[in-house]
């Protein structure tokens, strides 16, 4: 397995994905990752729904929102739409509010552990809850939080420099440019607006 901090690294969000299908294991394994993560007061309200069959990706893929800055030219292209998604619930009857944090460490688990097997990841926050718990069946005391889509990338996002605009982009080539705030930007050392020497 590659170094866990150059795996950090090289996370990129992957829009466009090969038609390669997962083996159940591994996106079994990828949720047995979410289950794992910290959760507040070990209350563990998060459950997942797992989507690979054909037909219920191809429900599933309108009611998502994909990269606003470059709409539509950020939407995976027809042949290169996710082989699957994990939906990530949260079970209101267990906690109502402070779960974000909960999603927040599941679905980093669940994106660095596809990221170990080669596989591209999109964590979509901006979907159509009511229809997808339709299509999924969600009773209603459970809530949609976010979707993590899943394939083997098509595409290599790169970093760039943080020149005043988060904005990402994509060049003549098609290749996706994503801005990164510096780290001496966001990094005090002991005190507010003491830097490191770097």
């Not at 042949?79 to 079970?91: K, S, T, W």
């Not at 003549?172 to 050392?189: A, F, G, M, S």
Request: glycine fraction near 6%; aromatic fraction near 8%; proline fraction near 7%.
């Amino acid at each position: 397995m590659e170094d866990f901090l150059e795996l950090i690294r090289k996370r990129r969000t992957i829009r466009q994905f090969r038609s390669e299908e997962i083996p159940d294991n591994i996106l079994i394994e990828l949720v047995d990752l979410g289950r794992l993560a910290p959760s507040a007061a070990n209350l563990q309200p998060l459950e997942f729904i797992v989507v690979r069959d054909p037909e219920i990706r191809k429900q599933v893929f309108p009611w998502l929102r994909w990269a606003a800055y470059i709409n539509p030219a950020g939407n995976p292209r027809p042949d290169q739409e996710p082989v699957a998604y994990i939906i990530i619930l949260v079970n209101t009857g267990i906690r109502q509010k402070g779960y974000e944090y909960d999603v927040g460490a599941a679905a980093e688990n669940i994106i660095l552990g596809a990221l170990t097997q080669g596989i591209g990841s999109c964590w979509l926050i901006s979907v159509d809850r009511d229809r997808l718990k339709n299509i999924l069946e969600i009773p209603e005391d459970y809530k949609i939080d976010s979707v993590i889509a899943l394939g083997y990338p098509a595409e290599n996002p790169v970093v760039e420099s943080f020149q005043g605009s988060v904005k990402y982009w994509k060049d003549e080539n098609e290749t996706l440019h994503v801005p990164k705030r510096k780290l001496n930007d966001v990094l005090h050392l002991n005190r507010f607006g003491q830097k490191i020497d770097k």
